[in-house]
């Protein structure tokens, strides 16, 4: 097994938090036809990080930054999830027996399935560890 | 090299009477004027009290309200068929405030320039560019003339239209340029986004607005330039007055065209040597428009060691203005602290917005800063940890809490006259 296999690029982008910048940062994949998969937005005081996992990662890269946004790639994994109750549950349990320490976490409901995008310290030890315990992790190709 | 080695290195019991003769003449030809025939006559004071040029302490004080109240021409001591150009300040509110001159001015402002530009090492084998309003603004026509004396091939670029500055550097082989700091540092961001050079240049003369050591170190880096500060006021005829040599600490001010005194701005009291205060200056050497002890507003101090090249005594670099200064709950804060905090972290831009506010009776500092895109790598920690960081330097010069907000790159104003960085809201409740 190859871990680089479920590494996936998320796109995060600098972003104040003022009118219009979502609008903006959406309009910029809808010109490029970039499809968004899952998306989030981190904020602190007044700024915040929008983060977005699209099929056309350098794409998107590109035209933000030539848009003159502050764009960078940050590793992520995709768990798998049920999709019905307790299906959080079941992976949350899973990451803290496999002792994941997560920064931070997204989910969405998708096609393949419901999925956690989280964020952790050390990706590929993570990705062994979750893997041993026997949860199931989306590679990466299915976002691009 | 010199411009008049005589003149620039006067001994003190020469240069004393110099200044003497001057005052006395300066005093005479003050009393044209109807605002200081009735200052003299409250102060009690007469032609025949001037012994010494200490006796210039007996004199009352000019202020910059002083001139606008004399809109147009109330502080005219010629006819005004001697003036031959007219410049004016902006004024942030009503009138602007006018400034006449000679011909005897001109030639008197163009061979301080003069002076100046030669300290610098420059002359008739350079190419100068003139990034500066060439209109009211006294720095577009003062430098011109004076670098037009010395023989310097003048490219009157003016402001504005970065792209065509850039060409122009480099097709005409610009040797030299003068603009403001931070219209230097936005040429210097552009020409790095387009990747472009300037080989050729090698001097860079900054005024108009204080900048700090820090910046003086990243233009110089990004311009391939020695940076020069250029201090001036339009009152004392517009940029020239005082001026770096190639030791670069201090400016030499020139004292047989103007009297120095440097004085508490609360009180009046004059200040010695090393004190700092604000910088109060009599022309010495002004025709159109005399001026007594004008208070100019600018921090500095007189320097008491003197000068590797053999010139006149030095003031400090002007650190901020005594107007600029804010006063934020009770504390004095001069903008270009913020500035030099700012810069000495690369996490952060050189571009910053400064928002004053009363919240609940108390006065509130907030500070906009651009990212620097390279210390962004994704994560929001990244950015939190920043502003931290930078709320922790700048309480720790300031001795001031403030609030910082992050902003993305390139996206605060960009400034070519006069930076206007502050926004002192507190007035508007
Ligand atoms: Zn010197």
Same mark, same amino acid.
């Given at each position: ?10 796109i ?12 903006s ?11 968004i ?10 700024f ?9 990662p ?10 003159g946004?502050n ?13 019905e ?25 998708g096609?393949e ?5 989280i964020?952790?310290?050390?990706v590929?030890?993570?990705?062994t ?9 989306l ?6 | ?5 005589v003149? #620039? ?6 240069l ?6 001057r ?7 003050? #009393?044209?004027? #109807?605002f200081?025939?009735?200052?003299? =006559?409250? $102060? ?14 007996k %004199? ?5 309200q ?5 809109? +147009?021409f109330?502080?005219? =001591? ?19 405030t006018v ?11 163009? !061979?301080?320039?003069? @002076?100046n530009m030669?300290?610098?090492g ?30 310097m091939?003048?490219?009157?670029? =003016?402001?504005g ?6 060409? *122009?550097i ?5 040797? $030299? ?7 230097? *540092?936005?040429?210097? !961001?552009? $020409?790095?986004? @387009?990747?472009v050079?300037?080989?050729? %240049? ?5 005024? &108009?607005?204080?900048?700090? #050591?820090?910046?003086? $170190? ?5 311009l ?13 005829f517009?940029?020239?007055? =005082? ?6 600490d ?35 050497l002004? !025709? ?8 100019t507003?600018?921090?500095?101090? @007189? ?7 053999g010139r ?7 650190t901020?203005?005594?107007?600029? *200064? ?19 972290l +690369?996490?952060v831009?050189?571009?910053? *917005? ?11 500092m907030?500070?906009?800063?651009e990212?620097n ?13 920043i502003? &931290? ?12 809490r ?5 902003v ?5 104003? @960009? ?9 002192d ?5």
């Amino acid at each position: 097994m190859d871990v680089k296999n479920y590494i996936i690029r998320q796109i995060s982008v600098f972003s104040e938090n003022k009118p219009g910048r979502l609008a903006s940062i959406a309009k910029a994949f809808q010109e490029e036809k970039i499809n968004i998969l899952a998306f989030s937005i981190a904020e602190a005081d007044g700024f915040g990080v929008v983060r977005a996992l699209v099929n056309l990662p350098d794409k998107a890269f590109q035209k933000l930054t030539s848009l003159g946004y502050n764009v960078a790639f940050t590793d992520v994994i995709a768990v798998k999830m049920k999709d019905e109750p307790g299906g959080l549950f079941e992976i949350a349990e899973l990451l803290g027996e496999a002792g994941i320490n997560m920064e931070y976490a997204y989910a969405y409901s998708g096609k393949e399935a419901a999925v956690l995008i989280i964020r952790v310290d050390h990706v590929n030890e993570a990705v062994t560890r979750i893997l041993s315990k026997g949860g199931t992790l989306l590679e990466a190709k299915i976002f691009s | 090299m010199f411009w008049d080695k005589v003149k #620039e290195t006067l001994a003190p019991d020469e240069l004393a009477k110099l200044q003497l003769k001057r005052l006395k003449k300066t005093f005479k030809s003050a #009393e044209n004027i #109807e605002f200081y025939r009735k200052q003299f =006559a409250e $102060a009690g004071v007469r032609f025949s009290d001037i012994h010494t040029i200490d006796d210039v302490r007996k %004199l009352p004080f000019t202020r910059k309200q002083d001139l606008r109240g004399g809109y +147009p021409f109330g502080f005219l =001591a010629v006819p005004l068929k001697k003036v031959v150009r007219i410049h004016t300040t902006s004024g942030t509110t009503g009138k602007p405030t006018v400034v006449c001159y000679t011909r005897n001015d001109l030639d008197a402002w163009a !061979e301080l320039i003069a @002076r100046n530009m030669t300290m610098v090492g420059l002359g008739e084998d350079d190419v100068f560019q003139n990034m500066v309003n060439y209109g009211m603004f006294t720095g577009g026509l003062g430098f011109h003339y004076g670098a037009e004396k010395i023989g310097m091939t003048v490219i009157p670029s =003016a402001t504005g239209n970065t792209t065509r500055q850039i060409e *122009m550097i480099q097709d005409f082989g610009v040797t $030299a340029i003068h603009c403001t700091p931070s219209y230097a *540092m936005h040429l210097a !961001e552009v $020409a790095e986004e @387009r990747h472009v050079e300037f080989p050729s %240049l090698k001097t860079g003369i900054f005024g &108009a607005e204080p900048w700090s #050591e820090s910046m003086r $170190a990243e233009l110089e880096e990004k311009l391939g330039v020695t940076a020069y500060d250029s201090y001036g006021l339009s009152e004392l005829f517009g940029p020239g007055v =005082a001026f770096e040599c190639n030791e670069r600490d201090g400016l030499h001010i020139w004292h047989d065209y103007y009297l120095v005194e440097i004085i508490n701005p609360q009180t009046g009291e004059v200040l010695g040597d090393g004190e700092r205060g604000e910088l109060v200056v009599t022309p010495l050497l002004k !025709e159109a428009m005399p001026l007594v002890r004008y208070r100019t507003g600018d921090v500095t101090f @007189r320097m008491e060691d003197g000068c590797l090249c053999g010139r006149m005594q030095k003031i400090g670099r002007i650190t901020g203005r005594s107007d600029d *200064m804010l006063v934020i709950r009770g504390i004095n804060v001069f903008p270009s602290q913020i500035e030099h905090v700012l810069l000495s972290l +690369p996490e952060v831009g050189n571009q910053f *917005m400064v928002y004053i506010d009363r919240m609940n009776h108390l006065d509130e500092m907030s500070i906009e800063v651009e990212m620097n895109r390279e210390y962004f790598h994704g994560e929001l920690q990244d950015l939190t940890r920043i502003q &931290a960081k930078v709320v922790k330097s700048l309480r720790d010069v300031l001795e001031l809490r403030t609030s910082v907000k992050l902003v993305e790159p390139g996206s605060l104003p @960009r400034f070519e006259g006069k930076a206007k960085r502050v926004i002192d809201r507190r007035g508007e409740m």
